[in-house]
């Protein structure tokens, strides 16, 4: 037992050897090549794993940067952004100042939608108007609450009698109907509101819109007790949704107890990247199989070539009593080290793929993770690098005994 098990650790360090003697001195191009081939396969591996962690797991969000929407139980997730007489909530000034003093809730906001004409000179347009208590960080159909004025002043605890600001942020699809722009003043005519006097707006800021497509809709964006002033329905404080971002998963189970008969849908439920669990295990496997034969050919041709360069290696060991068994140990050793190097700096590769493809898409979409890493990524990452040790294995032990034969003959 003892002699094999010295035998075994002999093949192991002879192989370890052989590769840092050729990196060192024989062919150190070669050994880099495998080495950078193996990384760029499983980097390659660790970025596709990581987008299908980001299917599976609904990370992608766009539309709004809150956490959570409280929605009525008919409306669907995929028309959160633009829904328009349907169910309401009702008293959410209330449930959205309550909301907003927890610890854990960064800002709460109501968020009414309603078609409105806004004018200018000779110019009349249907746009979708935003209701909201305005909050830094908020975004609504595609438009950023942040040139708002904080909160909803003429609100005033139910009052309706606070300042108006009559701030109005629109997108550039809007500026280019209207003709207008920043500083300029609009006319906001309520919609079935014949007779009531429309209300000058100031535009405080034109905005391209931080969502794919919205940039080109014509919406606009203003306090919401404004907007229900301007639309005679401040008895209820309706609102259709209840936006919240929050720093704690433990928020939903009370935002589910607020309000009867409605749902709470994540923000990832509004995204436009699709959740389909098989989708995300088809990328990972098509990423599994790109990076085992990119990285099998690699090592198999760079050190199937350094093999059949040292045929008389493989004689020597055979006369010093190397058995088969213990010159496929040697060449599991050396295509280890190589696959093991190759898949630790490929984890760095990949990490490195993350941060820049999150980077570019968040260049385009709010707040959106594409790819997400976790530590099992890495550990896959490992066992990917192990797996083309195994694989080209086989053939670079047939290589050794060819080599050994025709040496054998030529002898």
Do not use: C
Not at 312 to 339: C, E, N
């Amino acid at each position: 037992m003892g002699e094999r098990l010295t035998r075994f650790r002999g093949s192991i360090e002879l192989g370890a050897a052989l590769v840092v003697r050729r990196l060192r001195h024989t062919a150190p191009r070669r050994i880099v090549y495998s080495v950078l081939g193996v990384a760029l396969a499983v980097g390659l591996f660790v970025l596709v794993a990581s987008v299908g962690i980001g299917l599976a797991t609904e990370s992608a969000a766009v539309g709004s940067n809150a956490d959570y929407w409280i929605v009525p139980e008919s409306e669907s997730s995929a028309t959160l952004p633009v829904s328009v007489g349907g169910p309401q909530l009702g008293g959410v000034h209330d449930v959205a100042a309550q909301l907003g003093a927890r610890d854990d809730v960064r800002y709460a906001s109501p968020v009414a939608v309603t078609l409105a004409e806004l004018s200018r000179g000779n110019t009349t347009e249907y746009v979708l108007v935003f209701g909201v208590v305005a909050h830094p960080e908020l975004t609504a159909g595609g438009l950023s609450a942040a040139p708002l004025t904080p909160g909803d002043p003429h609100y005033a605890n139910g009052t309706y009698g606070g300042p108006k600001t009559n701030e109005m942020v629109i997108s550039s699809g809007t500026a280019q109907l209207l003709e207008t722009s920043a500083d300029e003043t609009v006319l906001f005519g309520a919609p079935d509101g014949p007779g009531r006097e429309p209300r000058r707006m100031t535009v405080i800021n034109v905005s391209a819109g931080s969502t794919p497509g919205f940039d080109s809709v014509p919406v606009a964006l203003v306090h919401l007790s404004e907007l229900q002033a301007i639309t005679g329905d401040t008895d209820r404080d309706p609102a259709d949704q209840m936006v919240v971002a929050a720093d704690s998963t433990a928020v939903r189970d009370d935002l589910e107890t607020i309000y009867e008969r409605t749902e709470v849908v994540t923000r990832s439920s509004t995204a436009g990247v699709g959740s389909d669990a098989d989708l995300a295990l088809a990328v990972g496997g098509a990423g599994l199989v790109v990076s085992l034969v990119v990285g099998s050919l690699f090592v198999a041709t760079t050190i199937g070539l350094e093999i059949r360069r040292d045929r008389r290696l493989w004689v020597t060991l055979s006369a010093l009593g190397f058995s088969a068994h213990s010159r496929v140990l040697v060449i599991i050793s050396q295509t280890g080290v190589i696959t093991l190097a190759g898949g630790v700096i490929g984890i760095g590769i990949g990490r490195v793929a993350i941060a820049v493809t999150n980077a570019g898409i968040g260049r385009y979409i709010d707040e959106a993770t594409v790819a997400v890493f976790r530590l099992d990524v890495a550990l896959a990452a490992l066992a990917v690098s192990a797996g083309i040790a195994a694989l080209t294995g086989p053939y670079l032990l047939w290589l050794t005994s060819r080599g050994t034969a025709k040496a054998d003959l030529t002898a």
